[in-house]
């Protein structure tokens, strides 16, 4: 499996499997650790869905179209 090929909407729901192993934690350990450590897992996913979504012109740059 090449990574670059694998779409960011892939990448998040394997990532949405990183809250197994923090509802386990959450449900053995402590309830508000869980919480928080699944808050956690969410907004690294959200980062990184935006960060790795395609660019939508990634050749303008911004530019007024005169060269």
Same mark, same amino acid.
């Given at each position: 499996? !090449?990574?670059? /090929? !694998?779409?960011?909407? /892939?990448?998040? !729901?394997? &990532?949405?499997?990183?809250?197994?192993?923090?509802?386990?934690? @959450?449900? &053995?350990?402590?309830?508000?650790?869980?919480?928080?450590? @699944?808050?956690n897992?969410?907004?690294?996913?959200?980062?990184?869905?935006? @960060?790795f979504?395609?660019?939508?012109?990634h050749?303008?740059h &911004?530019?007024? &179209? /005169?060269?």
């Amino acid at each position: 499996m !090449v990574l670059e /090929t !694998v779409s960011p909407r /892939t990448s998040l !729901v394997v &990532g949405l499997l990183a809250l197994v192993p923090v509802s386990w934690y @959450a449900l &053995g350990s402590s309830l508000s650790a869980g919480v928080v450590s @699944a808050i956690n897992v969410l907004i690294i996913l959200a980062c990184l869905y935006v @960060a790795f979504e395609p660019v939508p012109d990634h050749h303008d740059h &911004g530019s007024s &179209g /005169t060269s």
